[in-house]
């Protein structure tokens, strides 16, 4: 279920009107190649995270394969996208809740950082409570928009006249352009999944949970986004589609208008609050545990190894609560387009993230081959991993034809090759120091 809803957020419910405006019906084309992007590189993440459970994930893996440079690098780069995102997501809360109640938006978003505050100090469980029943939600409401919109297609709804397959005509108005347009549009839709590596680590077997969250997840999220672009692009027109600014606005809420349902906008913005803040718990989360990965491994001060009674890394947990209450602080300071700021960065993040993981899979596979501890294995090695890896550099190439996509790459490419050079001194620095003493474990043990 926190797989399922790490990766269905605001972004499905406000944003997939955009790529379906750039490249039309098409866009399923799009999905789908996106989609298979995603089965395969959480494939391969699940292969190492299955075989050696960390709550560094990715970052641990690098390390493995190409060093302590890498696993600073990649890590530290996830750690600052997601803060980024965090801030994003408590900014979208907060202005929609503050509507609701004619306050500041500062003012929810700040009584929601105490309150997930509580929630990450305690024991994991009620983090993992939390998530649960947020991702239900979520399930439940796109479960029921896809049920509803089948019967409108299919003519149920006696006051909707259904369109049939007319929208789908023509399938691609922009031809190849349009397709590659969209595929920049929702490329990074699934981003998010990842977590459920992290997550894995602190359960109670971390490689059964790693190896049937991931097997099972990558499908069903495939099945919600595509499936749901089917019903949006064929109930309404394309010329009505586009960056939806509120709840209202949604395809989403369209939709479900068409069934004559009451109060579907309020009901939206209520799903949409609470997907914004449960992808803000799990930022939480997620930082705090690469904190601790990267105090366990020399990339941080080391007071952030310190766990409490309840296996919870307190330290580490602060130190990212310190940055949720920053980010509501901007919301008061910062400037007017903060969302968009934050969010320009994210894509270029996970295009590197997303490649790291590709290599490290290719070059740890024959090591997890001689411990005999796979229990996930990708397909076709390493035919498939080298033909995503080259789909990943496509997408990057592809990035760099378009203005504010190329910003965002140039960018995260001179903050990783910045982090890497700092990562060499660094590594350099803590092997002189620990010369002539027993060299630290080679492998991070999970949280639990």
């Known amino acids: 279920m926190m797989g399922l809803g790490s990766a269905v957020g605001a972004g499905l419910f406000l944003g997939s009107g955009v790529g379906i405006q750039a490249a039309g019906p098409a866009v399923l084309i799009s999905y789908v190649v996106a989609g298979i992007l995603v089965i395969f ?8 995270a299955a075989a050696r459970p960390a709550s560094g994930t990715f970052a641990t893996y690098a390390r493995q394969a190409f060093g302590d440079w890498a696993g600073f690098s990649l890590g530290w780069l996830y750690w600052f996208m997601l803060i980024m995102v965090m801030g994003a997501e408590i900014t979208g809360a907060g202005g929609i809740m503050g509507k609701w109640f004619g306050v500041e ?29 947020f991702a239900f939600i979520k399930v439940a409401v796109i479960i029921g928009f896809l049920v509803i919109g089948v019967g409108l297609w299919l003519g149920l709804f006696p006051q909707f006249d259904t369109p049939g397959l007319s929208n789908f005509s023509p399938f691609a108005p922009k031809g190849i352009s349009g397709i590659a347009a969209g595929l920049l549009a929702v490329a990074f839709a699934f981003g998010g999944i990842e977590i459920i590596t992290i997550a894995a680590a602190e359960s109670e077997e ?6 049937s969250a991931v097997r099972a997840v990558i499908w069903r999220i495939s099945i919600f986004y595509i499936g749901a672009i089917v019903i949006i692009t064929a109930l309404l027109p394309l010329d009505s589609l586009g960056e939806a600014e509120s709840a209202a606005e949604s395809p989403f809420t369209r939709v479900l208008s068409l069934a004559h349902i009451p109060g579907v906008a309020t009901f939206m913005e209520f ?16 930082t705090s545990r690469l904190m601790y990965s990267f105090s366990y491994n020399g990339y941080a001060p080391h007071v952030f190894t310190k766990v ?6 307190i330290y580490a947990v602060l130190c990212s609560l310190v940055f949720a209450f920053i980010s ?48 996930v294995r990708m397909w ?27 910003r965002q790459v140039i960018t995260v490419a001179g903050f990783f ?12 620095a803590n092997a002189r120091r620990s010369a002539g003493t027993k060299n630290r474990p080679q492998r991070e043990e999970a949280l639990g």
Not at 277 to 285: D, E, G, V
Not at 380 to 406: H, K, N, Q, R, S
Not at 417 to 428: M, R
């Open 41 to 48: 590189v959480m494939r391969m993440l699940g292969e190492l």
């Open 105 to 133: 938006p500062w003012i929810p978003g700040l009584i929601a950082v105490v309150a997930f505050s509580v929630v990450n100090l305690f024991a994991v469980r009620g983090f993992g409570e939390f998530e649960y029943w």
């Open 206 to 211: 971390p490689s059964h949970s790693i190896a």
């Open 271 to 286: 799903i949409i609050v609470m997907a914004l803040l449960s992808a803000f718990n799990a930022q939480i989360y997620a």
């Open 308 to 313: 409490s009674r309840g296996q919870v890394p």
């Open 328 to 375: 509501v602080a901007l919301q008061v300071w910062g400037p007017e387009n903060l969302i968009e700021i934050l969010f320009n960065a994210v894509g270029g993040a996970l295009l590197v993230i997303w490649g790291m993981i590709v290599l490290s899979q290719i070059r740890l596979r024959p090591q997890l081959e001689r411990e005999g501890s796979l229990q």
């Open 380 to 406: 076709a090695y390493p035919v498939l991993p080298w033909i995503t890896f080259l789909m990943i550099v496509g997408l990057g190439i592809l990035m760099l034809t378009d203005e504010t996509a190329a």
């Open 417 to 428: 090759l910045a982090l890497s050079l700092l990562g060499l001194v660094i590594t350099k």
